[in-house]
Nanobody, 115 residues
Framework: QVQLVESGGGLVQPGGSLRLSCLAS????????MNWYRQAPGKQRELVAT???????NYADSVKGRFTISRDNAKNTVYLQMNSLKPEDTAVYCC?????????WGQGTQVTVSS
């Protein structure tokens, strides 16, 4: 059974930082592309960051220079370090494990940026 479990969300003030984690089980983690998505109320889901099994990364323009995705294949975990957070970063953040044709999702963790 595949499980992706996110943690690390919460309430943070503008300019603050959070680190999200996603622990995967039931998959050969190292071969999967790992993605972080987010969805704010009333908005479409947005791909925030991607990391390949080899560690290559890609980011949405809206988070470049502020967010960093990383992975620890030994721990089956992907991280999203979020710095200089803005109110518009408020959303539910979900991790996704993808290698065609398989795609698995976590339940998500809420991130709220507010003073």
């Amino acid at each position: 059974q595949v499980q992706l479990v996110e943690s690390g969300g919460g309430l943070v003030q503008p300019g603050g930082s959070l680190r999200l984690s996603c622990l995967a089980s039931g998959i050969t983690f190292s071969i999967y592309y790992m993605n972080w998505y987010r969805q704010a109320p009333g908005k479409q889901r947005e791909l925030v960051a991607t990391i390949t099994g080899g560690g290559s990364t890609n980011y949405a323009d809206s988070v470049k220079g502020r967010f960093t995705i990383s992975r620890d294949n030994a721990k089956n975990t992907v991280y999203l370090q979020m710095n200089s957070l803005k109110p518009e970063d408020t959303a539910v953040y979900c991790c996704n494990a993808f290698i065609a044709p398989h795609s698995y999702w976590g339940q998500g963790t809420q991130v709220t940026v507010s003073s």
